[in-house]
Structure formats: C-alpha cells, structure tokens
C-alpha cells in the first residue's frame, strides 16, 4: 500500500521560495491553510515541488470529482484542445456545448424538459439563477439560510452567510435578501424550527407573494458539511410549491456524484426547480452551470450571457466526467463514502471530550472538533503527516477525496486523522483537580 512519503521540512526549500515569491505576487486574500505547493498528481495521490507525496482528501475542494490527471478526462482535454480552445457559446455554436447541455438536462431533470446556461464557476452559476428566477417571477425577494455558502461576488455573497469575513467592508450588498436558521442535530435546530422562522418572515416582513425563489444546499458545505433532517428539504418543497416560490438547489459542492448521487437532493426524493452546479463538473477545468425546468428558463434572447461560459475544451472534460461518473465512481463514492464515515464515528467515539460529531453523505464528510483551533491543529497535523484536509464552518474537518479514492486509501487516511486527534487530545492542558 502506497503511503505518503515527507522527505524535506515543510515547507521544503523550493516550495518556500515560491511561497515567498506568492507573497509579493498575489493578493493577500486567499487564505492558505498550510504550506503546500503541487507540482503533480494522480488519482488521490499528489507531490509538492520538493517532492513529498501526500494523500489528497481535499480534491480542490471538492473539484477534482474523478481524481487528479485521470487519463480519460486528459485524453477528451488533449482532443479538443487540438480542434479549437475557444468559440463563444453566447454568440456561435459548437458540438461539445450542445452534447453536454442536452445530458445534463436528461439527467438533472429526467423526464421534464430543461435548458442549460453555462458559467465559469459556481458563484456565476448563482448569480445567474438569482436574474432568471427574478425574470421568471416578476418578484423581488430572496430566501437563504444562515451557514449558506453561494459565492464570493455581490448577488452570490448576499445570499451567503457563512463567515463574517466573507461580508465584511463589501455592505451594503443586495437588498431582499432574508436568511433563517438551517437545521441540523449538529447545531440543535430542527425542521420546525427553521419552517417556523420562515412563516415569521412571510407574515411579518417577507409576504411569500413577494418571494422570488428559495436558494438552499441539500448538504452544507462551507458551513460545516452539515446534514439537514430528514424531512427538510421535502418540507421546504412543499412550502415553496404551495407559496409559488421557486425552488433552487446550490449543488456546487454536494453534487456531481460526490454523495453517491448525481445531485444530493435525491437523497430526499426532491426536484428542485433550478440547479446550481460547479466544481465537480469538469474535473478540474473552470466550468460551471444553472440547469432550470424549460417553462423557468424561458427568457428573452440577451437576457443573460457569458463569453467563456461553456469552453469548448472544459465541456469536453465535463462529458469525461460524466461518463466515468455513471461507469461506476458514483457508486463507488456510496460505497467508499459509508467505510468512510463508520470510521470517523470510531474516531468520535474514542475521543467524545474533543469530537464532538461525526456526520456525512458518500464522499462528503466531517468530523466537529470541540473547538476552531483543535480544527485547525488536526489540519496542520495532519499534513505535516502527509494527509490533506480543509476546515469547514466554526470547527469541522472536511474530507471530500476524489471519488477514486479506494477503501484503502480511506483507511490510510483515517489512521493519520485518527493519530492527529489521538495526538492534539493529549496535547491538550489537563484541568486543575478542583479544591
């Protein structure tokens, strides 16, 4: 069995030079968790420029769906590049775009007819949906949910409500924008509660006539990988249907396979009205969509655009994608996902003062520490033992691994997780015996 491999001190000597040169490069905003900087990968496994392999359990948060540099996805890349790199979609035509906006379609919303807009990421996906449910509604106001993460610009920000960071200098941001309380047993909001709210609002300062669409993650993401109750999502269709709100499910993260469904929301029996979509799409390649039932996308010719939105060469890779999602890393991502999670409830159960849950769906799981910094100390131990994990919400570790992950590398993984927290619960300050 392959296992990571750490040859210099992290950050090795050249990685510290490019990190240095980043500093002055880049724009100080991006928060890096560590010092890691790839040079090349395959399937779950990557090397840093000094040449230390790591076990990846983060695929770009969630992006590299069918591993790194998966030779199918390479050669549909390689192909298309040959032909032409770029033709915009908004003003020509091309084969490629066609192809894989008519199989999204059929599978997003099988049996209903659908149309598709493309985007270069999940946040222009949102963006999107919030002008067409507004141009198919004729109504002003928007419904979120607090934890929600929908993206970094200004209509996508506003819907977002995960960390004040995200928020803070860049108000005011669009207005009609009203969030109420997600539920999950995690952080002891139920169904009832977050339906109560949102009767509180309609009857108060939000009239349901004035709600354009409901903007929901079946899973949480950068929230927390937080999973909602069972009846939630199919509670929240109901109320929306009954109201003629639209129903739009930001499927950046949680979608494309990566809970051992196509969407997410299929765990719940749910079809949504619209569809966000990113990250896991292209397997690596910039490329996003909004795929909504035909009657909602009905708007007029240059309502809405985009000139790199649907790249020949990334659609290309979101056809290789889909193809190796439906030949078998869908369900090897349920499979691979339940060994998953059994193993992060034995972590929890063996330190139940620093875990305080274990919780997810397929490939998209967590484990909350007690406190942010034991989440960041398990991080930073982790990869200092060649494992690479991301934090989510307050205090969760995230592990979303390519979904050709194998259930042994699972297990290698879980034991470097399990020896980080074993190690940080006995680095922790023993209480005082009281007087």
């Not at 192809?99 to 999940?122: C, D, H, I, Q």
């Not at 509604?137 to 004040?164: E, Q, V």
């Not at 129903?247 to 469904?261: I, K, Y």
Request: with cysteine; charged share 20%; net charge negative.
């Amino acid at each position: 069995m392959r296992r990571p491999v750490i040859r210099t001190p992290l950050p090795g000597p050249i990685a510290a030079g490019l990190i240095e040169r980043d500093r002055r490069a880049m724009s100080p905003s991006f928060t890096r968790s560590y010092p890691f900087v790839m040079d090349h990968g395959e399937g779950c496994w990557i090397t840093d420029v000094d040449g230390n392999t790591f076990l990846d359990f983060t695929a770009g948060i969630a992006v590299c769906a069918t591993g790194h540099a998966h030779p199918q996805v390479v050669a549909a890349v390689t192909e298309q590049a040959r032909r032409f790199l770029h033709m915009s979609g908004t003003d020509f035509y091309y084969r490629v775009e066609i192809e894989l906006a008519e199989r999204l379609a059929g599978l997003v919303f099988p049996g209903t007819p659908a149309r598709v807009f493309f985007t270069n990421s999940g946040a222009e996906a949102v963006e999107g949906a919030m002008k067409l449910v507004r141009y198919a509604t004729g109504r002003p106001n928007f419904l979120a949910f607090i934890g929600a993460f929908h993206g970094r610009t200004m209509g996508a920000l506003s819907l977002t409500a995960s960390k004040a960071s995200q928020r803070r200098r860049f108000a005011p941001l669009l207005p009609s924008v009203y969030h109420v309380p997600y539920p999950s047993p995690a952080r002891g909001v139920s169904t009832d509660d977050s339906m109560g709210a949102i009767e509180e609002l309609f009857a108060t300062v939000m009239p349901p006539e004035s709600v354009a669409a409901a903007f929901v993650e079946p899973i949480q993401g950068e929230g927390g990988y937080l999973v909602p109750p069972e009846d939630f999502l199919p509670r929240l269709r109901q109320l929306t249907a009954a109201n003629g709100i639209l129903l739009v499910t930001d499927e950046v993260q949680s979608g494309m396979g990566r809970t051992g469904r196509l969407m997410a929301a299929e765990h719940w029996g749910v079809q949504p009205d619209v569809v966000c979509l990113a990250k896991g799409i292209a397997s690596g390649l910039p490329l996003g969509a909004f795929v909504a039932r035909a009657e909602v996308m009905s708007w007029d010719p240059g309502s809405h655009g985009s000139t790199f939105g649907g790249n020949p060469v990334a659609c290309a890779a979101a056809l290789a994608t889909l193809d190796l999602l439906q030949e078998g890393l869908m369900e090897n991502a349920a499979t691979v996902g339940s060994h998953l999670l059994e193993g992060l409830r034995r972590i929890a159960s063996g330190h139940p003062d620093l875990v305080r849950d274990a919780r997810g769906v397929g490939l998209m799981a967590a484990i909350e520490l007690d406190t942010p910094e034991h989440a960041v100390e398990v991080v930073q131990e982790c990869f200092r033992n060649g494992l690479l994990l991301l934090t989510a919400g307050r205090r969760a570790v995230r592990l979303c691994p390519p979904l050709v992950v194998t259930e042994a590398e699972a297990d290698l993984g879980l034991e470097i997780l399990a020896a980080a927290v074993t190690r940080c619960s006995t680095s922790r300050p023993v209480a005082a015996a009281p007087r």
